[in-house]
């Protein structure tokens, strides 16, 4: 009996040191489920705390710029401006006049001068007074060439007339606002400056559209009457069915927006489109315009000096030397035509010893059993006899 618990006691003890103590037991007490090998052999757990690992800073990050653009047509610096295109109006106009600015880059002699006004036009007055305001601008600036104007959506207004209310498109409201179209262009004619008046584009409003077509007529007379010319902006902007459209081709021939949202106002594609319709009359005056930069090159006196050897050094030392006398400048040459001298081809020749490229019909045709089936087949209408084998041969059955 003691043997035997003596035994019993020895196991436990040997038990006890294996598991490491009491402790262990208590440790391992809550775990359920656990093996009877990890009774008699205890696996070394891992602590939980991990050891602090060195991060290494994070390298700046340089914000990537974005791809920058390259025209195909470079911007010219502007370079002694000798011209000024003066753009008035409303915000339309203002959107004109930086699609202008855009498309006449490429011209170092010519800047556009923004003078718009927004929500402006010929109604209120007393906002801003644009026939006034447009003679104080041509007076202060002596380099317009050329005026571009554009406005009418904000015009559907009334016009007070002393005590007097006119409501809009009434009928003295409209000889009012005829009156004031006048006075624009009238000023622009006293300077003898061309006058562009761009006409207003259709609107999402159908009614603000209707009323526009009314004032569109009105500008369009008032600076015909001027002498300025009219640009018509209306069909532009319609789609295929004469609707107003926010879509359509740009100058470039791609179908983009071209207008804002609020069914008024341009995109910056629209308002290039509308500049580019400005621009082709603007580029046609600037050739008309003699340019004040031309310098006239001297000459030896007589003819056929600059034939000589040697002629243009001596011209050179000539100039060198102070004498003014001793050379003359070339007279400015007139302009070439367009077109020559005009010539009838059939008929008589005329005055001055010129003749005619051919004298009648009869002589173009020529003679004989060749110009007498030509008479027929032209003159009178008669088709020539079908030959066989030939398109024209409808005969059946086909002769052998």
């Known amino acids: 009996m003691r043997l035997r618990s003596f035994a019993m006691v020895l196991a436990a003890s040997g038990l006890l040191l294996l598991t490491g103590g009491p402790s262990t037991f208590a440790q391992s007490e809550p775990q359920r489920g656990r093996s009877l090998f990890s009774l008699f052999w205890q696996v070394p757990e891992r602590s939980s705390v991990q050891p602090r690992q060195r991060t290494r800073p994070a390298p700046p990050q340089t914000r990537r710029r974005p791809p920058q653009m390259v025209r195909d047509d470079p911007v010219i610096p502007k370079v002694d401006v000798n011209h000024h295109v003066l753009v008035v109006g409303d915000t339309l106009a203002d959107q004109i006049a930086i699609g202008l600015a855009d498309s006449l880059g490429d011209r170092a002699d010519v800047a556009v001068q923004r003078k718009a006004k927004a929500d402006s036009g010929l109604v209120r007055t007393d906002f801003y007074d644009w026939p006034k ?39 003295r ?41 009314v004032l569109n007529d009105l500008f369009r007379k008032g600076v015909e009457a001027g002498g300025g010319q009219f640009v018509d902006l209306w069909t532009p902007y319609l789609d295929a069915e004469n609707r107003y459209s926010a879509m359509g081709p740009d100058v470039d021939g791609q179908t983009t927006r071209l207008r804002l949202g609020d069914g008024v106002h341009f995109t910056k594609a629209g308002a290039r489109k509308a500049a580019h319709f400005v621009d082709v009359i603007i580029r046609r005056i600037l050739d008309r315009t003699p340019s004040e930069n031309v310098i006239a090159l001297p000459t030896g006196q007589g003819e056929g000096a600059e034939q000589q050897p040697g002629a243009v050094e001596r011209l050179i030392d000539r100039m060198v030397s102070g004498r003014p006398e001793d050379f003359a400048f070339v007279p400015v040459l007139p302009a070439r035509p367009l077109a020559g001298p005009i010539l009838p081809l059939t008929g008589a020749a005329p005055a001055g010893g010129e003749t005619a490229l051919l004298a009648s019909i009869q002589d173009a045709r020529g003679r004989g059993d060749a110009a007498i089936q030509l008479d027929r087949i032209f003159g009178d209408g008669v088709a020539p006899e079908p030959k066989p084998g030939r398109a024209d041969d409808f005969r059946w059955p086909r002769p052998n």
């Open 133 to 171: 305001a447009v003679v104080e601008l041509l007076a202060a600036d002596p380099k317009v060439m050329v005026g571009v104007i554009s406005l009418g959506p904000n015009d559907r207004q009334a016009i007070r007339e002393g005590e007097v209310t006119h409501e809009p498109l009434s009928e």
């Open 173 to 213: 409201w409209l000889q009012i606002y005829k009156s004031r179209i006048e006075t624009v262009s009238a000023a622009f004619a006293a300077k003898r400056i061309p006058l562009i008046w761009a006409g207003a584009p259709p609107m999402q409003n159908t009614r603000l559209s209707a009323d526009l077509t």
